[in-house]
Nanobody
Framework: QVQLVESGGGLVQTGGSLRLSCAASGRTFSTYAMGWFRQAPGKEREFVARITWSGGNTYYADFVKGRFTVARDNAKNTVYLQMNSLKPDDTAVYYC????????????WGQGTQVTVSS
């Protein structure tokens, strides 16, 4: 099973950019689909983006389409979330998670990284 550690969060102004990274331990990283989720204060965790094990397919929540890009480097056991044109509504703790196959719930999860977008 992989273990995940997110990094790259921080404070940014509206319209700015951040790149989140999720580093995975374990030799089976390349077999997992990976997802990014977020949770804002007082709200439930929501799906942001995901990428297949090969990186050949990506999927996004409507509210990030055209602004966020998910990518992975299996040689580095890392998945990325490039976030552009950030808005205050993007403020949340961002989590990455692994999924062993279609229909299998995401898990394990990382500890999260805080993203704060100031207006």
């Amino acid at each position: 099973q992989v273990q995940l550690v997110e990094s790259g969060g921080g404070l940014v102004q509206t319209g700015g950019s951040l790149r989140l990274s999720c580093a995975a331990s374990g030799r089976t990283f390349s077999t997992y689909a990976m997802g990014w989720f977020r949770q804002a204060p007082g709200k439930e965790r929501e799906f942001v983006a995901r990428i297949t094990w090969s990186g050949g397919n990506t999927y996004y929540a409507d509210f990030v389409k055209g602004r966020f890009t998910v990518a992975r480097d299996n040689a580095k056991n890392t998945v990325y979330l490039q976030m552009n044109s950030l808005k205050p509504d993007d403020t949340a703790v961002y989590y990455c998670a692994a999924r062993a196959g279609p229909g299998i719930p995401f898990g394990p999860w990382g500890q999260g990284t805080q993203v704060t977008v100031s207006s």
